[in-house]
């Protein structure tokens, strides 16, 4: 089952930061949106107009979703007055759910969210219901009792401290607390060309707290203009990833990554307002449909699952200009056999592939037109049919052949793969095989410039192998 993720946030019409910005995140991160809204808000990117509660409706809301699917994990924006929290805190407690908040109080260009003083509740009622709190520099200043200002990487004594002090009201009531729990203080100071966030994860075994730091560093980009929704893309992206399974500490990570991957693309607005840019460019999608083309013409038949090897199959498809491993995409999890068909596992995302991402890399370096390989089961007879019977170039790779120093290392051996097929034919074969090794599987690999070759070659091999 794909994993659910439950944004309980405000409705910002640019769709750039609330619970627009939170579903955007949620999918492009793989996971189910599930939304409840707290506030309709009257605003740009760059102006704040106000605000209506939706206090009396969200827990009709909540009870609607809550009531019929099982989620766990719930990622809190908006908050606009004592109503609504008290309906957030009896959900989160009724439905056992663990809590990622964004304690956002004041919009990105200064005008309040909420009512004044609502910040004494939340912090009474709500800190110790969170297992992830995301606080910028001056809310930790505020949560934390502690004056921040013009913090640097040279001390981070100050810093450290006002973390711990708001995990301590994170741990207030031990019977709904969890054990484990993090502030992570976002833009927490400047280092030269940088700006860092300071995370501090915290365990709590018999009565007693071990903190553990991590800094994550970011360039520093001057612009004019405002930024809007910075807060909510990486709040969300948190609860996304710990919903896929990861701890903590990894979950933050994973977001601080996926928050630098497109902290430079802005999507520019009128009146200087800026809104993260979440969208795939054309590039990639041009190679997610291609994956998809391929995907498509082989689970479409139940034919062409005698071709899934037991490591299962995998298509990977590249970027033009590739030479990063997130520059190619492939099906997150492989392609296995359901009801006897083909059937994916996961969704087509860069950057999750790794045996036939570094072939693509490797044939790269030699023939940029190769952007597409797919791994099939071997066999014999079907390596015979496809010399004697088709015009396709084939190579055998003998692994046993390989320099001693490399067989341990997997990613040397996908280069050494393609090395030797370009020394000895000159030119990237359209199928690379090998007979195995110990404790690694006999594998076909077709290779192919587009969807349209690939889907050619494919076509060839399981009609040779359908008359025999």
């Known amino acids: 089952m794909k994993p659910f993720c439950l944004t309980i946030a405000g409705s910002d019409p640019t769709s750039g930061a609330g619970i627009q910005a939170d579903i955007r995140t949620f999918d492009r991160i793989g996971v189910h949106p599930f939304s409840a809204i707290t506030a309709i808000t009257y605003q740009t990117a760059s102006e704040f107009h106000g605000f209506k509660?939706?206090?009396?409706?969200?827990?009709?809301?909540?009870?609607?979703?809550?009531?019929?699917?099982?989620?766990?994990y719930v990622k809190i924006g908006m908050i606009p007055d004592i109503k609504s929290l008290d309906v957030i805190k009896n959900t989160i407690i009724?439905?056992?759910?663990?809590v990622i908040l964004d304690p956002v109080s004041i919009s990105s260009v200064g005008e309040r969210l909420s009512s004044e003083g609502l910040e004494h509740e939340i912090e009474r009622d709500l800190f110790p219901l969170v297992t992830v709190l995301t606080p910028n520099l001056e809310e930790a200043s505020y949560f934390s009792n502690i004056e921040l200002e013009n913090q640097n990487l040279n001390d981070l004594e100050l810093l450290k401290d006002a973390a711990k002090a708001i995990?301590?009201?994170?741990?207030?009531?031990?019977?709904?607390?969890?054990?484990?729990?993090?502030?992570v203080i976002k833009s927490a100071g400047m280092d030269n060309d940088s700006v860092f966030d300071l995370v501090c994860v915290s365990q709590l075994i018999d009565d007693k707290q071990?903190?553990?730091?991590?800094?994550?560093?970011?360039?520093?980009?001057?612009?004019?203009g405002n930024i809007h929704g910075t807060g909510c893309?990486?709040?969300?992206?948190?609860?996304a990833y710990l919903s896929l399974g990861n701890s903590i500490l990894k979950s933050i990570e994973k977001s601080e990554h996926f928050f630098d991957d497109r902290f430079l693309n802005f999507i520019e607005l009128p009146q200087e307002g800026k809104i993260l840019d979440l969208t795939l460019d054309q590039e990639q999608i041009k190679v997610i449909n291609q994956i998809k083309e391929i995907y498509h013409f082989i689970s479409s038949e139940s034919k062409f699952s005698m071709l899934i090897p037991e490591v299962r199959m995998n298509i990977s498809g590249s970027l033009p200009n590739a030479v990063t491993k997130k520059q190619i995409a492939g099906i997150e999890g492989r392609?296995?056999?359901?009801?006897?068909?083909?059937?994916?596992?996961?969704?087509?995302?860069?950057?999750?592939?790794d045996h036939t991402a570094r072939l693509i890399l490797e044939a790269k370096k030699f023939d940029k037109s190769i952007n597409f390989v797919l791994n099939l089961?071997?066999?014999?007879?079907?390596?015979?049919?496809?010399?004697e019977k088709t015009d396709l170039i084939l190579q055998e790779i003998v692994r046993e052949h390989q320099p001693k120093k490399i067989m341990t290392t997997?990613?040397?051996t996908m280069q050494w793969l393609i090395k030797k097929s370009i020394k000895e034919i000159g030119r990237i074969p359209d199928i690379i095989w090998d007979k195995g090794s110990i404790g690694k599987e006999a594998i076909i690999r077709v290779f192919a410039k587009d969807s349209k070759d690939m889907i050619n070659k494919l076509q060839n091999i399981i009609e040779l192998i359908e008359d025999q």
């Open 167 to 183: 995990l301590k009201k994170m741990f207030v009531n031990q019977k709904i607390s969890k054990i484990e729990k993090a502030v």
């Open 335 to 353: 392609i296995t056999i359901v009801g006897g068909y083909p059937k994916a596992s996961g969704e087509i995302k860069f950057g999750v592939t």
């Open 53 to 72: 509660s939706l206090s009396e409706e969200l827990r009709k809301q909540l009870d609607a979703i809550l009531n019929v699917y099982p989620i766990k």
């Open 233 to 239: 893309v990486f709040s969300s992206a948190i609860t």
């Open 94 to 98: 009724a439905h056992n759910l663990t």
């Open 410 to 412: 997997e990613e040397s």
């Open 210 to 224: 071990d903190f553990i730091f991590r800094v994550f560093k970011k360039p520093k980009v001057s612009f004019k």
């Open 377 to 387: 089961k071997y066999s014999p007879k079907w390596i015979k049919l496809l010399q």
